[in-house]
């Protein structure tokens, strides 16, 4: 076994428990901390895949942002809604049954894809992926449609992020 | 290729070290003598009044949700940055288009006074 692999499989049992922790931790406050924890191992994988931006862009958005809403969010609950639910429903044997057949479903998807096991060849010396990314962002035959989109997309969310949060003010 | 992150590996240690050893010696080192008063939360001196955990402002979680939005568009910044002047003017109007159409946002934000903390 190759360190990757290993660093792999060390990353890949932290993101599972971690993420398990995370929808059995009674305190939300704690399953909060756990998702940081399951993101940064996925953040661990992308630097083992050589996707250095991903992981960059793991850690500063979902850690530095996304897991810190969650925390705010979690702190604006009120306590009694927090601490008396039961953690588990009526419906788990549904719950269990969909999920294994998402996983199901999932897992003949991939093994049908071309290529499933055999290793991913080395990216080419000298090409810099942040830079080929940048190029492909604004060229008409690549992503520019997509990249003005997304920036109307981050508009809708800005206002009505802003509208909301004033929305009992008014 | 994996060596490059090496030196990120190592920050990450000494970080987690430096906090796990001010714990542990405390842990392993402190006299233990619990009082009534020592086992109350701290509140800056005086006898805390309420419950520790109170609901927080609506406030921070507007500041969360702005944050994360101006963090998502520096993902599209640095990768345009990057290659900004082998792209010539063309890049330049593209990234203007994105810019305006956020700064509607922005504007709308800042108007509305949610960048203020009153």
């Known amino acids: 076994m190759t360190g990757a692999q290993i660093l792999f499989l060390v990353c890949a049992g932290l993101i599972l428990g971690s993420a398990v922790m995370v929808v059995t931790a009674r305190n939300l406050m704690h399953a909060a901390f756990w998702l940081i924890a399951a993101l940064f191992g996925v953040a661990v994988v992308y630097a083992i895949l050589q996707a250095g931006f991903m992981a960059m862009i793991q850690v500063v958005i979902y850690i530095g942002a996304i897991a810190i809403m969650f925390i705010f969010a979690d702190m604006l609950t009120r306590r009694d809604v927090r601490e008396s639910r039961a953690q588990i429903g009526r419906n788990w044997p549904v719950a269990v049954l969909l999920g294994l057949l998402i996983l199901a479903g999932l897992t003949a998807l991939i093994l049908a894809q071309p290529g499933v096991g055999r290793v991913a060849p080395a990216l080419p010396s000298g090409l810099d992926p942040v830079a080929a990314l940048g190029k492909a962002l604004v060229s008409p035959d690549a992503y520019v449609l997509p990249f003005e989109v997304a920036s109307v997309l981050l508009l809708s969310a800005l206002v009505g992020a802003v509208y909301l949060a004033f929305l009992k003010k008014q | ?118």
């Open chain 2, 1 to 118: 290729m994996l060596l490059e992150y090496a030196a990120i590996a190592a920050f990450i240690l000494v970080a987690v070290l430096v906090g796990a050893i001010a714990i542990i010696l405390g842990a392993l080192f402190g006299p233990r003598k619990k009082t009534e008063a020592k086992m109350m939360p701290y509140e800056s001196g005086m006898n805390p009044i309420g419950p520790g955990a109170r609901r927080m402002p609506v406030r921070f979680y507007l500041i969360a949700v702005l944050f994360i939005l101006f963090d998502i568009e520096i993902v599209f910044f640095l990768p345009w940055a990057i290659v900004f002047r082998q792209l010539g003017l063309f890049g330049l109007i593209e990234m203007a288009i994105f810019i305006a159409i956020l700064l509607v946002g922005y504007f709308y934000a800042w108007k509305k006074g949610a960048l203020e903390w009153e």
